[in-house]
């Protein structure tokens, strides 16, 4: 089962950091000059409950909802939409760095979500260096390119927690790559479940990497007996926490009924309908419930998120499947991208109208691998075209986002 190969050289077509943080600020200029715009003139949108300034556009939608936690903790009402459904290490991370530094939470939870960012860009790079040595540097570059324009990557530079999530899938898939100990590979999967529900998805590559470098299926066994508690220690530390605060450790499951847009209703016609794929083309059909404009208030398709995560949803299972085909990603990396996917279809795809689908699958990073392997591989005025659309799309989100239309 060992795999002498795992280990690449060392990367010869990777950017370095400071290239990395070029394209980290080149591309969120787009995000954030569009919040600009928006927070100016879409602010007539606005709510009591959000933000229609310029430094507080950033705290829309789950954003004010992590704002609410770091400063006055959890809430739980059984039957009631409740924010235990919201993961804690980000809203807590606010919290401590705003108690040491004297920053304001709103300040800190930006700030956490843009240095996590950068850095994500950092290891992104270097990650495609070691893991595809032969490549030149474009590689990289439209990797990272993708990367930050995806236009889903709205969701990156906001209050929210893919930013967080992100950095450390990729501190995880590096580890693997670089052998680190299973203790701190554990520890960083125990962290990703701890800032978000998919992140059980990392056990994943976790399993698959101890197989690959244990000697005997007993050896694995033991491996995989020892370590999985520790990478469960992220939401085995919020369901204690829930079962001593709410009398109940799985609150934060059962709250997600109360989020629902429609019952479940029978298992058999539930699962029936996810293995026809309904909740995506539902979304296009008028006389269905999940119809897309059933939920949009202006009905313009161009500008309704509604109308587009099934789409972006679509695009990231292809090209999760497509790394796959081509071999473009490991086992590890296929198990974590699959998973990103399956796991918010599977429990929310039906019951939430795939509303947020194109949100939750951004934060499956093998896609981007793949996505920059088909820029690579297309002509440059073609992929050119390519990003400067997906480009396009970014801001108008973070313009409609920043002015509080329902970019969910």
């Known amino acids: 089962m060992d795999d002498a190969g795992l280990v690449s050289p060392s990367p010869s077509g990777g950017r370095g950091a400071i290239d990395a943080l070029c394209y980290y600020v080149a591309t969120s200029a787009v995000v954030f000059g569009a919040i600009v715009f928006g927070a100016a003139f879409l602010h007539e949108r606005a709510t009591p409950t959000s933000y229609a300034d310029y430094s507080g556009a950033v705290f829309n939608w789950d954003g004010r909802q992590y704002v609410d936690i770091a400063r006055d903790g959890y809430s739980y009402a059984p039957g009631a939409r409740s924010n235990v459904a919201f993961f804690p290490a980000y809203p807590l991370a606010g919290r401590w760095l705003a108690a040491a530094t004297g920053l304001s939470i709103e300040a800190s939870l930006f700030l956490i979500a843009q240095l996590s960012l950068a850095g994500a ?61 299973l203790a701190l590979l554990a520890v960083l999967a125990g962290l990703a479940t701890a800032t978000r529900s998919v992140g059980v998805a990392a056990l994943a590559p976790l399993w ?15 491996r995989t007996l020892l370590w999985t508690p520790v990478a469960c220690w992220g939401i085995g530390a919020y369901a204690a926490f829930q079962w001593h605060e709410f009398g109940d450790p799985l609150a934060f499951a059962r709250t997600q009924a109360d989020y629902a847009v429609r019952p479940p209703g029978p298992l058999a016609n539930r699962i029936l309908a996810q293995a026809t794929l309904r909740p995506i083309w539902g979304s296009y059909v008028p006389s269905d419930p999940a119809y897309w404009a059933r939920r949009e208030t202006h009905g313009i398709a161009a500008f309704s998120l509604y109308f587009a995560n099934p789409l972006f949803f679509c695009a990231v299972a292809a090209l999760v499947g497509l790394g796959a085909w081509k071999c473009w990603l490991t086992m590890e990396e296929t198990l974590l991208g699959a998973l990103l996917v399956l796991i918010p279809y599977v429990l929310q795809s039906y019951t939430h109208f795939m509303a947020g689908a194109g949100r939750h699958v951004s934060v499956a990073v093998p896609a981007y691998l793949v996505l920059g392997h088909v820029l690579w591989r297309m ?21 409609l986002f920043a002015g509080h239309y329902k970019i969910i």
């Open 121 to 181: 860009f950092v290891l992104l790079a270097r990650y495609v260096g070691w893991r595809f040595p032969s490549a030149d540097g474009d590689l990289a570059e439209h990797t990272l390119l993708a990367f930050g324009l995806w236009p889903m990557a709205l969701f990156f530079r906001v209050a929210y927690t893919e930013a967080p999530f992100v950095l450390i899938l990729l501190l995880l898939l590096l580890g693997i790559h670089r052998r680190w100990p």
């Open 379 to 399: 002509p440059r005025a073609v992929s050119a075209l390519v990003l400067a659309m997906m480009a396009a799309l970014l801001a108008l989100y973070a313009a």
């Open 208 to 222: 698959w990497h101890m197989w690959r470098t244990s000697s005997s299926v007993p050896a694995w066994l033991l």
